[in-house]
Structures are given as structure tokens and as C-alpha cells.
């Protein structure tokens, strides 16, 4: 009793550091609690399973011998929400009220260190396209092979998403969601407003082509300069070729680059990104041609690199502006079918601001690796593992809330 059996919030960082780290293999939390459970009975103090909203003590699961001596050391709350065989039969459940499950430690168990104990942010969303699910289920089934299942070892490193049977769906516990079109109400929405990341794994099989007046095109750019983050990994050319049809750059890729990329000194870092990447080793290696880092001359004005040769660069981040047209020239604008919106500089937006003309940034972080190197089988660790981790954690440039820009301005 007492402060030992309270139940941490299902949404809490604490269950989601647990939950993220089960290995559960084809199951998951929702899918497959049982075999969950025998999994975790290996895995350290856990409570013993109950069912506290059941008078009736055979519709627990695995209960443990009398006299305590069972080796199940976790606690479930609530019937469960899908059982296998007579188990699931035998816990039908009450009313319509289903509660959902929850695993609750003791409180040395939540303290206790796991292998890898990270959580992604909560404002995380990963573009999870076609051919990243095609990847889903190779990696899955067969290993996975090639880079399309880089998208699978993108949400493996970052410890994303629940597996659902034959997909992965958002994470039970709020930590991480997926974004499976650019088309559709969903990205409008997250176009309009601040703050959040959209992560892109490598997309070589799934290139989202858009006309430059198109309203996906638009909502790409706004989604960006209304204070958000965007970051683009790398492993082909696909990704390069995204930031300079949407957001108009002439970035190049590098040839051949066998590295090793050094990160900048501390001097020459932004203070977010120092701060970021303090922790990630300072010399990154190109591995086979897992790397695709990009000329520093033909990088726009303004760019901060974090690592580089004297010649290229594999990880760096833009500000991208975009400022509202005067009264004339939007009606000019919509009159053609064009948006009222234009590329701006930085240094543009504070007398625009005076103007009374709207003029707002975001950041695109591109992180040059493919997340196949060294996860070639079921899931390895890489030196680049980390850089993805900094990536999706860094602060925005805009404020919480309604942006300032609007597709349609």
C-alpha cells in the first residue's frame, strides 16, 4: 500500500522509459500482453500480476503460487485489452469501459538503469511513407535488406512507435507519433502551428513530388517557417533533392567522400547545437558509402555547420524565413494561383515586422547518414545513433501555438 503501489500516469516519462525499452519483439502492449509479461518476468523487480478491478481471482493473469513464490514481479491494472486463447475469453471485459493496461513498478524498479534508457521527445513526429513501411515489414520478417529498411532502424534507434500486428502505430504512451502522408488535414494543421519536429528517415523509394504552387508544397515551407523543425537524413540523394525543390537552394552533393568528419570547435557552434552535441563523439566516420555529406560552397548564407572536412559537411543546420507580400502583391499573387508568401532572409524580418508584414523562421537540420552501416541485421549501434538523437531534440525558433504564417495569407 502506500506510495509503493502508486501507479505512475500511463503518460508519464517513466512509463514511457519503461514501455520503450521492453523488448517485445512481434508483440506489443496492446497486442500481445501476455507474452509481454512472461518477457518482462526475466527482466527484473516487478510486482506480481493483479487484476484490481476483478473480484473474481481467476481472471488474473499469471498469478503467482500461493505462499508468494512466483516470479512475476509486475502489477496490471485493468482487464486486458487483448488476450490469446482461453485467457482472452475467460477476461472478458466489463461494460464499455475499458481500462487501458498499465504496468506499475515499485519505485526501485523505475529507478533502475536500462541497456539504452532513452525517450523521444513528446513533439516528435516521423514521416513514416510508403516505402519506410515496406521496410517496416522486411526488417520484420527478413532482417531487412537495403536502404529501404532505414526507415525501420530510424525508429528502432529512437525507440518510436508501438507494433500493432502488421504496422507500427503511434507510441501508447505519448512519446512519438507517425505522419504517414504530406496530403490531408493532418500536416495541414501541423503546417499552422508551432512547435513540434517532423523527422524524415531516408526516402529514396518515396520522394514526395509536388509542383511549387501546389498546396503541399506551400504547407512544406509554411510547416517549416511558422518556428518548426525539419530534419532530413541522408544515405542518397534524395533528401538534397527535397530541400532544393521545396525550399529553393542549390545544395550539391559531395562525390565520393571518405570522410572522417570533424565536429567544429565549441567556438564556431551555435550555443543550442553545443549543447546538443556536446555529448556525441567528436569525430564521425563515413561508413562504405552510408554518408552523404554535401559541398560547403554550395550551402546557402547563414548556414551552421556541426561536422566537416575542409570540404564538405554531413550534418548541418539552415534557417529557413518566409515574410508576407504587400497588399498589391498578394492580390497579384492569388490572381495567378501563387501563395502571398516569399523567401526571406533573417536579417529581412525585423523591418518587415515595422511593416506590419508577417515574417517568421524555422530550422532544417540534415543529418547525412543512412541508418544501414551498422544496422545491416536486426538492429546494431553506430556512432551516428546519437547525432539523431541531438537532431530531434532541438530547441525551435518559434514560440508555442498559432503560427504567424498561413498558406493562404
Known amino acids: 500500500g502506500g506510495e509503493e503501489d502508486a501507479k505512475p500516469p500511463v503518460d508519464s516519462f517513466a512509463m514511457a522509459k519503461f514501455a520503450n525499452n521492453v523488448d517485445f519483439g512481434m508483440g506489443s502492449m496492446g ?8 518477457d518482462l518476468s526475466r527482466k527484473g523487480p516487478y510486482k506480481e500480476v493483479e487484476d484490481e478491478t476483478s473480484d473474481d481471482a481467476s481472471d ?67 514521416y513514416w511513407g510508403k516505402s519506410t513501411h515496406r521496410g517496416t515489414i ?37 512519446h512519438g507519433r507517425f505522419l504517414h502522408s ?19 528517415p531516408p526516402m ?3 520522394l514526395p513530388l509536388y509542383g511549387e504552387h501546389d498546396a503541399v508544397a506551400q504547407r512544406i515551407r509554411t510547416f517549416v517557417s511558422n518556428g518548426n523543425n525539419l530534419v532530413l537524413t541522408g544515405g542518397d540523394y534524395s533528401s538534397l533533392v527535397f530541400l532544393n525543390k521545396y525550399f529553393h537552394y542549390e545544395i550539391k552533393k559531395t562525390v565520393l567522400d571518405n570522410g572522417p568528419f570533424e565536429r567544429l570547435s565549441e567556438k564556431d557552434l551555435p550555443a543550442d547545437l553545443k549543447k546538443k552535441f556536446d555529448k556525441v ?22 548556414a551552421k555547420l556541426v561536422y566537416a572536412t575542409p570540404f564538405s559537411s554531413p550534418l548541418f543546420q539552415l ?24 523567401d526571406a532572409h533573417t536579417t529581412e524580418c525585423p523591418a518587415l515586422l515595422k511593416k506590419g508584414l508577417a515574417c517568421s523562421c524555422g530550422r532544417i537540420l540534415y543529418d547525412g547518414y543512412d541508418f544501414i552501416g551498422h544496422h545491416s541485421s536486426t538492429i546494431g549501434q553506430s556512432t551516428w545513433d546519437e547525432t539523431l538523437k541531438a537532431a530531434v531534440s532541438l530547441p525551435y525558433a518559434g514560440k508555442q501555438g498559432p503560427g504567424m504564417l498561413a498558406v493562404n495569407m
Open 281 to 302: 563523439t567528436a569525430t564521425l566516420p563515413q561508413e562504405g558509402q552510408s554518408v552523404t555529406s554535401v559541398r560547403k560552397k554550395s550551402l546557402p548564407t547563414g
Open 138 to 174: 522486411a526488417s520484420q520478417l527478413t532482417g531487412g535488406s537495403g536502404r529501404a529498411s532505414s526507415g525501420q532502424r530510424v525508429r528502432q534507434v529512437l525507440h518510436f512507435g508501438t507494433f500493432l500486428g502488421n504496422h507500427y502505430g503511434d507510441s501508447v504512451t505519448g
Open 31 to 38: 497486442t500481445n500482453v501476455v507474452w509481454m509479461y512472461k
Open 182 to 200: 504530406l496530403e490531408g488535414q493532418e500536416f495541414a494543421g501541423m503546417s499552422l502551428e508551432c512547435c513540434r519536429t517532423l523527422l524524415v
Open 60 to 126: 488474473s493473469i499469471d498469478a503467482p503460487p500461493a505462499g508468494g513464490g512466483g516470479q512475476s514481479n509486475y502489477h496490471q491494472v485493468g482487464p486486458p485489452l487483448m488476450l490469446r486463447g482461453k485467457a482472452g475469453e475467460g477476461a472478458a471485459l466489463r461494460g464499455q469501459k475499458a481500462l487501458m493496461q498499465q504496468l506499475v513498478l515499485k519505485p526501485l524498479g523505475w529507478n533502475q538503469p536500462f541497456v539504452d534508457p532513452y525517450v523521444p521527445p513528446r513533439d516528435l513526429v516521423v
Open 204 to 206: 529514396e523509394n518515396d
Open 319 to 342: 534557417t529557413y524565413c518566409q515574410a508576407q507580400l504587400d497588399k498589391d502583391s498578394c492580390k497579384s499573387a492569388k490572381a495567378a494561383g501563387k501563395s502571398c508568401l516569399r
